[in-house]
């Protein structure tokens, strides 16, 4: 029988496939339609949905400690927070908005998340593919590797364009800075827990592969 905790994280994973297609959709569309030219206002066209499903995405952290989604804790922790602070720069300061750099950054999570999605969707459905599968846990590696390069890409034209502040306030291009030097530390260990965890799917694939 269905019931409500499959039924939600069904919804959900549907709900972040659908949310990140378009967006990819949209970007792709606009690039093909005005070339460079849509680099600058790419996050005004899809910053909102992308905002919500970032903001979204913190309810996996639950998932996760909850048992409704078997996965590690640490990594997507690291995962979340870096995208959804991130994303909170991008938005306060605006004109980091219209940079190529941020275009190119939500680009690679999309793919990331396109790539995550579908094979949490075909899990739920108890219904695997060995390509979505490899693509969940190989192919998603590098990518991680490319978008971590890329976030420290953006932070660091942000702690260049944030305005320093005032003495008795908080420096924002210091605290951006420092982010910059943790960012590589969290990026490493999200790839050494997601390594485990890759052989760990891999293997348990390959052994029911074999009973059968």
Request: one cysteine or more.
């Amino acid at each position: 029988m269905l019931s409500f905790r499959l039924a939600y994280i069904f919804c959900y994973n549907l709900l972040q496939f659908c949310g990140h297609s378009w967006i990819l959709a949209n970007t792709i569309a606009r690039f093909l339609m005005f070339g460079k030219d849509a680099l600058a206002d790419t996050f005004y066209s899809v910053g909102f949905v992308m905002s919500l499903c970032q903001l979204l995405s913190i309810l996996e952290l639950f998932h996760i400690a909850d048992g409704i989604e078997k996965a590690r804790l640490l990594p997507r922790f690291f995962q979340v927070v870096e995208k959804n602070v991130l994303l909170m720069v991008v938005i306060v300061l605006e004109e980091l908005q219209s940079k190529p750099v941020v275009c190119v950054q939500l680009f690679l999570w999309n793919v990331l998340d396109l790539l995550r999605y579908p094979h949490e969707l075909l899990c739920v459905l108890d219904q695997p593919s060995v390509a979505m599968l490899w693509s969940r846990y190989s192919l998603w590696i590098p990518v991680y590797i490319i978008s971590a390069a890329s976030e420290g890409a953006t932070v660091y034209r942000a702690a260049d364009s944030a305005p320093p502040a005032a003495s008795h306030v908080i420096s924002v291009p210091a605290v951006l800075r420092f982010y910059l030097l943790v960012l590589p530390l969290g990026a490493s260990v999200t790839v050494w827990q997601l390594l485990k965890e890759r052989r760990h799917h891999l293997d348990k694939w390959n052994k029911r592969k074999k009973r059968k």
